[in-house]
C-alpha cells in the first residue's frame, strides 16, 4: 500500500511538471502553431515535454541516489559534487539527439540541422532546464525527508513521554499502598475495631487504581469519590484528633481529568501534616469546578518540630511532573510556614495534552 501511494505521489509530480512547463512554453515559440493558447498548442506542447522525460526522469532519480549517498555520509563532498556535475553533463549532452529527433523533427515538424541547433545558448539553455527540474524535485524530496524526520522524532518524544508517565503511575500506586498499609499496621497494633473497615476500604481503592486509574481521564466525580473514600479511611485512624473539613463546589461532574490527580495532595496533607502534629490537627480542603476551570486548595497544620518535619516526598515530586506533563498551562503553588503547609493548584481539564 505504501508502494502504490509513492508511486501515485510520483507520478502527480510528473503530470504537473509536464503541464505547467507546457502552459509556460505557450507563446514562446516562433512555431505558428504555439504562438498562441490552444488545445492544439497545449497537447503538441504536452507531447514534447513528455518526450524530454526520456532525459529528466533519469536524471532526477539518478540525483536522488547521489544526495542519498552525501546524506547518509557514505560519499564525500568532493565526489558527490563531481557526481552531480557529470550527471549534468551526461543530460545535457541527451537532450539535443532527444530535442531533434524527437520534438522537432517528429512533433513540431521543424527541420534544423545539428550545425545550426547546437549553440552555446542552447547548451545554457538545456542546462538551466535540467537545473529547474531537478531543483523543484529535490526540494520536494527534502521537504518530504525533513517533515518525514519532524515526524520520527515527534513520535520518539511521545513514545518516552508517554513512557515517562507510565512509570510516574506505577510509582503512585506502590507509594499509597505503603502509607495506607502503615496506617492498617497501626490500627493493628492497637487491636482496634476499624481494623477491618480499613481493609475494606483499602481494597475499594486498590480496585479503582488497578482499573479505573489505567484510562486516560475519568469523569471529576469519580476522582471526589477517590478522595471522599481516602478520607473516610484516614478518618477511622484519626478520629476527633483530627479537624477536617471538605468544601465542593461543581458545575459538571463529568468533566474529564486525569486520575489520581489529587489524591496525592490530600496524601502527603495525613501523612506530613495530621501524623506529625500532636496537638490542633487539622486539613481543609476546597475544590471549586466552573466552566473546566478547576480549582484546588489543600491546607493543614505542621508540626514546628525540626525532628519530625520531612522533606518533600516522592508523592508530591511525582505528582509535580506529571502535571507538567498531562496539563502543561496548569499554576501549582506551595506554601511551607513553621505551622502550616498550603497547596494551590489550578487546572483548565480542557487543556489535556494527549501523549
Known amino acids: 500500500?505504501?508502494?502504490?501511494?509513492?508511486?501515485?505521489?510520483?507520478?502527480?509530480?510528473?503530470?504537473?511538471?509536464?503541464?505547467?512547463?507546457?502552459?509556460?512554453?505557450?507563446?514562446?515559440?516562433?512555431?505558428?502553431?504555439?504562438?498562441?493558447?490552444?488545445?492544439?498548442?497545449?497537447?503538441?506542447?504536452?507531447?514534447?515535454?513528455?518526450?524530454?522525460?526520456?532525459?529528466?526522469?533519469?536524471?532526477?532519480?539518478?540525483?536522488?541516489?547521489?544526495?542519498?549517498?552525501?546524506?547518509?555520509?557514505?560519499?564525500?563532498?568532493a565526489r558527490t559534487v563531481i557526481s552531480i556535475l557529470v550527471l549534468l553533463a551526461l543530460s545535457v549532452a541527451a537532450m539535443f539527439p532527444v530535442t531533434k529527433w524527437i520534438v522537432l523533427d517528429r512533433i513540431y515538424k521543424v527541420s534544423y540541422t545539428f550545425s545550426e541547433y547546437i549553440s552555446p545558448y542552447s547548451v545554457l539553455y538545456n542546462a538551466f532546464v535540467l537545473i529547474f527540474c531537478c531543483s523543484l524535485a529535490l526540494a520536494i524530496k527534502l521537504i518530504r525527508l525533513y517533515l518525514r524526520q519532524k515526524k520520527t522524532e515527534q513520535e520518539i518524544v511521545r513514545k518516552k513521554l508517554e513512557t515517562e508517565l507510565q512509570f510516574l503511575k506505577s510509582q503512585t500506586n506502590p507509594h499509597f499502598l505503603f502509607n495506607t498499609l502503615n496506617n492498617i499496621y497501626a490500627l493493628a497494633r492497637k487491636k482496634s475495631d476499624h481494623t477491618a473497615d480499613v481493609v475494606l476500604k483499602l481494597s475499594q481503592l486498590l480496585r479503582?487504581?488497578?482499573?479505573?486509574?489505567?484510562?486516560?481521564?475519568?469523569?471529576?466525580?469519580?476522582?471526589?469519590?477517590?478522595?471522599?473514600?481516602?478520607?473516610?479511611?484516614?478518618?477511622?485512624?484519626?478520629?476527633?484528633?483530627l479537624s477536617l473539613q471538605f468544601s465542593r463546589s461543581v458545575d459538571d461532574d463529568s468533566q474529564p481529568i486525569a486520575p489520581l490527580m489529587l489524591l496525592p495532595f490530600v496524601e502527603n496533607?495525613?501523612?506530613?501534616?495530621?501524623?506529625?502534629?500532636?496537638?490542633?490537627?487539622?486539613?481543609?480542603?476546597?475544590?471549586?469546578?466552573?466552566?473546566?476551570?478547576?480549582?484546588f486548595a489543600i491546607e493543614n497544620s505542621k508540626s514546628d518540630d525540626p525532628v519530625t518535619q520531612k522533606p518533600e516526598n516522592i508523592g508530591?515530586?511525582?505528582?509535580?511532573?506529571?502535571?507538567?506533563?498531562?496539563?502543561?498551562?496548569?499554576?501549582?503553588?506551595?506554601?511551607s510556614a513553621p505551622h502550616r503547609f498550603a497547596v494551590s493548584l489550578t487546572l483548565n481539564l480542557g487543556n489535556h495534552a494527549t501523549l
Open 316 to 335: 508530591l515530586n511525582n505528582i509535580r511532573r506529571q502535571l507538567e506533563l498531562l496539563y502543561p498551562g496548569h499554576r501549582l503553588e506551595i506554601e
Open 208 to 241: 479503582f487504581m488497578l482499573y479505573e486509574s489505567q484510562r486516560n481521564t475519568i469523569p471529576v466525580r469519580d476522582e471526589i469519590r477517590v478522595l471522599d473514600d481516602y478520607i473516610e479511611l484516614e478518618k477511622i485512624r484519626y478520629g476527633e484528633k
Open 1 to 77: 500500500m505504501r508502494v502504490n501511494t509513492r508511486l501515485l505521489y510520483h507520478l502527480a509530480f510528473w503530470i504537473g511538471y509536464v503541464l505547467f512547463k507546457a502552459f509556460l512554453n505557450v507563446g514562446a515559440s516562433t512555431n505558428p502553431l504555439l504562438s498562441n493558447f490552444s488545445a492544439k498548442a497545449m497537447a503538441l506542447l504536452t507531447l514534447a515535454q513528455l518526450s524530454l522525460l526520456i532525459v529528466k526522469v533519469p536524471m532526477v532519480y539518478t540525483l536522488f541516489f547521489i544526495t542519498e549517498k552525501f546524506l547518509s555520509k557514505k560519499w564525500s563532498r
Open 269 to 295: 496533607a495525613f501523612k506530613h501534616g495530621a501524623s506529625e502534629s500532636r496537638f490542633g490537627s487539622y486539613i481543609n480542603i476546597d475544590l471549586r469546578l466552573e466552566a473546566e476551570q478547576l480549582y
